[in-house]
């Protein structure tokens, strides 16, 4: 299968892999809530959040070997190519080693973050699944660069197909243990077993389809120094999310209880559904944006795929978010219970400001490839720490929607306003042409969305049914709209690909 299809398959794949994951939150989310309780669903959402700051020990290595294998293979380096490997290999034993660590260091320290605020009960379960999850992670890291070789190698459709079983797999196995009665830890034992299965395939996939075989030749100062220099603002991007979506959850669970973690996490829930559907597109993009800047791309080349995809991007982004915004409530309602109805103000505050970031993903990958992302994950950080400052007195006093408000504030500033005015002087991307076609596009939807307030106004939406309902009426207007006065001929041609081979 040729680069172009992988890409094509890959974007398609990932799809795929967003709406079966959102069926399964959907059905399992409810059945975990159910049988842990409020309380231990919330001590689960906290322990993983906080395991999942050590992945920020990668480094920002994973992204680099992405990129500079790219442009190897561009290049015809393959000697390169094969001490760059061999190199990062031994370098994440190293990571993987350190992040078993901390992980144990983390495991000695549940009982003074989290002491005030837990039962002796919730404290041993948390220490308990620190230790698992922490091993999952150390075994993690040196498999990782098959992750990166399969992803520079733009062969998408086999990463996509163990993503989608991935998911598949967790809930297979894990809800016939909850109704034996198996709880929190039991999720930290298959999330592990699934995690070196997906680890295991590809490692296989890699030495069997793409001949791989890592070997070490050597430390190659020089050109760690190159990578290192690159990395390190992909490391500091990668804190920044992690501060971002993930500190909010160690606030309130320290200054508000598990219960308090468990409304935000839903929410919290519902924000990734939004980062995973942007991304879709853009994910599979960073190698061929790697290899258009080292064939020396113009500026309005780079200009015009940042807005096809941009605009792409557009059309599902703004679907959902006006999709929550209008059915968000009750849906939230229906799905997890009456007691988390806060959790629909909490997305709310969330993902209205992260839906500009998201139609620009791109950007990140251009700029990655043109090795121009130090402003971006300086400013950032900055940003990170600011709503740190910001969030805890915000948590203290208005819990989930004050740790939200203060999340929304840095997005704002950091990823919108300041972000596109770099965009727009440094890195070449015209901003204003973009954003000129997304005010063109948002025009038309407004017509939907007065027929949906003016249909709800006479009509309660309630449970399931009106939801799905009036969420296919809406969707369909939304097609129609989209395809009349929307779409461009690319986009149209797209959808007509699709329906010809459905017909």
């Known amino acids: 299968m040729n680069i172009s299809n992988q890409r094509k398959i890959g974007a398609i794949l990932s799809y795929v892999s967003i709406i079966i994951s959102t069926l399964v939150q959907l059905l399992y989310t409810p059945v975990l809530i159910k049988m842990l309780g409020q309380s231990e669903y919330g001590l689960y959402s906290l322990v993983s959040s906080i395991i999942g700051y050590l992945t920020v020990l990668d480094l920002g290595f994973g992204n680099a070997i992405v990129v500079y294998t790219a442009k190897y293979r561009a290049q015809n380096k393959y000697d390169e190519e094969k001490k760059l490997h061999g190199m990062f290999f031994?370098?994440?034993?190293?990571?993987?080693?350190?992040?078993?660590?901390?992980?144990?260091?983390?495991?000695?320290?549940?009982?003074?973050?989290?002491?005030s605020t837990m039962t002796n009960i919730e404290l041993n379960k948390m220490k308990i699944m620190m230790l698992?999850?922490?091993?999952?992670?150390?075994?993690?890291?040196?498999?990782?660069?098959?992750?990166?070789i399969i992803s520079a190698y733009e062969k998408f459709t086999f990463q996509k197909i163990m993503s989608i079983l991935s998911t598949l797999m967790k809930p297979a196995l894990?809800?016939?243990l909850l109704f034996i009665g198996y709880k929190s830890i039991a999720m930290s034992v298959v999330i592990t077993i699934v995690n070196i299965?997906?680890?295991?395939?590809?490692?296989?996939?890699?030495?069997?389809?793409?001949?791989?075989?890592?070997?070490?030749?050597?430390f190659d100062k020089a050109l760690f120094k190159i990578i290192f220099g690159y990395s390190i603002f992909i490391f500091l991007g990668v804190i920044v999310d992690k501060i971002n979506w993930s500190v909010d959850q160690f606030i309130l669970g320290s200054v508000s209880g598990t219960v308090a973690v468990s409304l935000y996490s839903v929410a919290g829930q519902i924000n990734t559904l939004f980062v995973n559907l942007s991304t879709a597109i853009s994910g599979v993009l960073l190698p061929k944006m790697s290899k258009m800047i080292a064939n020396k791309a113009s500026n309005d080349e780079i200009t015009n795929e940042f807005i096809k995809i941009g605009r792409i991007q557009y059309l599902i982004v703004f679907l959902m978010a006006s999709g929550l915004v209008l059915f968000g409530?009750?849906?939230?309602?229906?799905?997890?219970?009456?007691?988390?109805?806060?959790?629909?103000?909490?997305?709310?505050?969330?993902?209205?400001?992260?839906?500009?970031?998201?139609?620009?993903n791109l950007g990140i990958s251009i700029m990655q490839a043109k090795n121009m992302h130090k402003f971006r994950a300086v400013l950032l950080a900055l940003i990170a720490i600011a709503n740190i400052i910001i969030s805890i007195p915000l948590a203290k006093t208005y819990g989930g929607i004050g740790s939200a408000i203060g999340t929304a504030l840095s997005l704002i500033v950091g990823n919108i306003l300041i972000i596109n005015i770099y965009y727009q002087k440094r890195v070449g991307i015209n901003i204003v042409k973009f954003w000129k076609e997304i005010?063109?596009?948002?025009?038309?939807?407004?017509?939907?969305?007065?027929?949906?307030?003016?249909?709800?106004?006479?009509?309660?939406?309630?449970?399931f049914l009106y939801l799905i309902v009036f969420g296919l009426i809406y969707t369909i207007l939304y097609s129609i709209v989209s395809y009349i006065f929307v779409m461009n001929e690319y986009e149209k041609s797209i959808i007509n690909k699709v329906l010809k081979k459905f017909i």
């Not at 080693?97 to 549940?110: C, D, E, K, N, T």
């Not at 793409?210 to 030749?217: A, E, G, P, T, V």
């Not at 949906?452 to 309630?462: A, G, N, Q, S």
Request: net charge positive; charged share 10%; proline share 6%.
């Open 329 to 360: 409530k009750e849906f939230i309602i229906a799905w997890a219970g009456k007691d988390f109805e806060i959790s629909y103000y909490i997305a709310i505050i969330l993902i209205i400001p992260l839906c500009v970031p998201l139609i620009q």
């Open 90 to 115: 031994v370098i994440f034993c190293f990571i993987g080693l350190l992040a078993g660590l901390l992980g144990i260091i983390l495991f000695l320290s549940v009982p003074t973050l989290f002491g």
């Open 439 to 463: 005010i063109r596009m948002t025009i038309p939807f407004t017509i939907p969305i007065i027929i949906l307030l003016v249909i709800i106004k006479y009509i309660k939406i309630h449970g």
């Open 197 to 218: 299965i997906v680890l295991l395939s590809n490692y296989f996939y890699c030495r069997k389809n793409l001949n791989i075989r890592i070997k070490f030749y050597g």
């Open 132 to 148: 698992i999850l922490s091993f999952n992670l150390a075994v993690t890291f040196p498999f990782s660069i098959y992750s990166s």
């Open 174 to 176: 894990m809800i016939p």
